[in-house]
């Protein structure tokens, strides 16, 4: 072989390394595409379901889990809010529409309408044996039993000075609030009735918790509710047409002062033609049933 034919046979031994190599090196560091991946969010862990009843017995439940409070209303209408700052209290809001909470007490805004208003937390409450619902309230207080045609509610978040009918300026919070149903004492000049548990640490309603400072010359007497000794005043009150009879059954517990009360609102029944066949409601049938409501109240031990 002439060394022409070497020297080519070298030349393309190593071109064809070279062509090797490159190949081989190419591959090994091509670069490699991810393929994509499909996922799932991550299902929110609930921490706590709260039932709530609000005004004209609607009802709310919200199921809370971090950040986030997932509602079913009374309505059908279901609502997933964020959680958003606050400065007292929780606050969930998406758009137009606001979830307030605070302590056992709630309400829902959509837009500029309060359309669940005066909720309760009534987790330990919501069943109904023999016509009867018992109501315990969040910090384990008290408990109260009702007549499950009538409605639970709250009342608005925060210190109210009607914490108590003739309000002295003090400062309190309705811890909650039985009202009648809708159409209860039909054809009769009936308007409604209410009670509620209201309770104050303000030291001057603590001092005169026990006395009457409404001038409107009230029936005073005491009376005990489940071996706990209570002042009762009885007062009425009127107004175009309408008359408010009030219960007020008072006590010191705790360093508070409670007053437990009823309210009976009716019409005149000289309002009323004759002719609409409106009669006078039945005073003893509604005092009997609010009057069952008082006697059920119960401070829990603390």
Not at 253 to 260: G, M
Request: charged share 15%; glycine share 8%; net charge neutral.
């Amino acid at each position: 072989m002439t060394f022409k034919k070497v020297v080519f046979y070298i030349a393309f031994i190593g071109l064809i390394g070279i062509v090797a190599y490159q190949f081989v090196h190419n591959k090994q560091t091509a670069p490699v595409v991810p393929i994509p991946v499909e996922t799932t969010p991550p299902v929110p862990i609930i921490t706590s379901v709260v039932q709530y009843s609000c005004d004209s017995g609607t009802t709310i439940s919200a199921s809370y889990s971090d950040k986030a409070a997932a509602l079913t209303l009374s309505d059908g209408r279901t609502f997933t809010l964020p959680q958003t700052a606050s400065a007292d209290g929780a606050q969930y809001g998406k758009d137009t529409i606001l979830f307030v909470t605070k302590g056992a007490q709630a309400f829902l805004t959509e837009g500029d309408t309060t359309t669940y208003n005066n909720c309760i937390d009534n987790s330990a409450g919501g069943v109904s044996v023999n016509g009867i619902k018992t109501f315990t309230d969040q910090g384990k207080t008290f408990t109260v039993s009702y007549p499950d045609t009538f409605i639970l509610s709250g009342s608005a978040i925060g210190y109210t000075e009607n914490w108590k009918t003739n309000t002295d300026s003090t400062l309190g919070v309705i811890l909650a609030t039985i009202t009648s149903p809708a159409n209860y004492q039909p054809k009769t000049n009936f308007g409604d009735a209410k009670f509620t548990v209201g309770t104050s640490s303000d030291l001057k309603a603590v001092k005169g918790c026990l006395v009457d400072t409404s001038g409107q010359g009230v029936t005073k007497s005491t009376v005990v509710i489940n071996k706990v000794p209570f002042t009762k005043f009885v007062s009425v009150d009127a107004g175009a047409g309408n008359r408010y009879e009030t219960d007020s059954f008072r006590a010191i517990q705790n360093d508070q002062c409670y007053a437990i009360e009823y309210t009976i609102h009716y019409a005149v029944l000289d309002n009323y033609d004759p002719s609409s066949g409106i009669k006078a409601f039945d005073q003893k049938k509604v005092h009997a049933v609010l009057d069952g409501i008082v006697k059920s109240f119960s401070f829990l031990p603390q």
